[in-house]
């Protein structure tokens, strides 16, 4: 849903190019949004087609200095005032050498509790669902188990907009299905904002059990929206541009893997045009080397005995 007119989105995004690094091309081009209160939002796109950089600049991670861009959470430039009540959960979390120390979990949730402060039974709830054993120490549990603290950690205190860059794919699926519940549920009831990436690499787990979850899904490729978000479940009328309506099932909330499906397929389509026409270039560069660049990585390294 991309309507400027709403009287408040939650989300708003105007113009937004970005790079990286000033020689890379953009990572996103012109990208504009506006996402109402209570709505949830997955993004679907094929590796590296900017859904992360996009909620690591909401969550204020990455300056954006290009001209005319305006990224505004509850009206607050997310770069000039913090806007209050944003929550961002992502990967790189879990790789910090300070949540991997010899802590026990219960002071480890207590630290933050007491910075943050929240409402205790609804941490008593999080430790339930996410099924968080607060004796457990922080460097002698799997890679699940810390994910989950991190998100009684992160969703402890009530936030108006949720960012979540994939942490809920290495849940096991009774964890991330009573987590979704839960999301859903704290985002109607509190008419709180959710948006949410998901990735390819291992789409059926992914979109299992998520069809009931969003009120909107979007495409990203290369940097831009193939399909800006629109309401989900889609329905016959459905305010879907004409060429998207053409290519999407409509059908109950169990297709949303379809629809992902075909959005992915159609971006691997295009990437191979690309490829035809030599402006991409992925795999072994079987015209570059001779012989191939697999047999020469392998001789180089000595892989033969
Ligand atoms: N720290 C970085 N420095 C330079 N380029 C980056 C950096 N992070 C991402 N990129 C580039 O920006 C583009 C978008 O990456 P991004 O991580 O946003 O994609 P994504 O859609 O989240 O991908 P995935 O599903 O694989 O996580 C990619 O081309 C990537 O190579």
Redesign the pocket.
């Known amino acids: 849903m991309s309507n400027p007119s709403n009287p408040r989105p939650d989300i708003s995004v105007k113009q937004l190019t970005y790079s ?2 000033p020689d ?1 091309p953009p ?1 996103l081009r012109n990208i504009s949004i506006h996402l109402p209160p209570g709505s949830r939002t997955i993004l679907c ?1 094929a ?7 996009l909620l690591q600049i909401l969550a204020g991670k990455r300056l954006v200095t290009a001209e005319g861009a305006d990224v505004r959470i509850k009206g607050k430039d997310v770069f000039r005032d913090s806007p209050p009540g944003v929550t961002f959960l992502g990967t790189e979390w879990a790789l910090n050498s300070a949540v991997r120390s010899d802590i026990e979990v219960s002071h480890f949730l207590d630290s933050v509790g007491a910075v943050n402060g929240y409402n205790t039974e609804r941490r008593d709830h999080l430790l339930d669902i996410l099924d968080v054993d607060l004796s457990w120490r922080m460097h002698q549990i799997s890679d699940g188990e810390r994910r989950r603290v991190q998100l009684c950690m992160g969703l402890m205190a009530a936030w108006d907009v949720l960012l979540l860059d994939e942490v809920t794919v290495d849940l096991d699926v009774l964890v991330r299905d009573d987590l979704l519940t839960f999301l859903k549920k704290d985002s109607i009831a509190r008419g709180a904002t959710i948006l949410c ?1 998901n ?1 390819p690499p291992d789409a059926t787990h992914i979109f299992d059990g998520l069809g009931n979850f969003p009120t909107y899904i979007a495409h ?1 490729r290369f940097g831009e929206f193939v399909t800006e978000p629109i309401p989900w479940p889609l329905t016959s009328s459905s305010s879907v541009p004409a060429e998207t309506a053409a290519t999407l099932p409509y059908a109950a909330p169990s297709s949303l893997y379809r629809v992902a499906l075909q959005w992915l397929t159609e971006d691997r389509e295009y990437r191979r045009e690309l490829e035809k026409q030599g402006k991409k270039t992925r795999g072994a560069r079987n015209n570059a080397l001779v012989p191939s660049d697999s047999e020469t990585f392998y001789k180089k390294y000595d892989y033969s005995h």
């Open positions: 990286h690094t890379a990572s796109g590796n590296g087609a900017g859904k992360s950089t990436k990735s990203m």
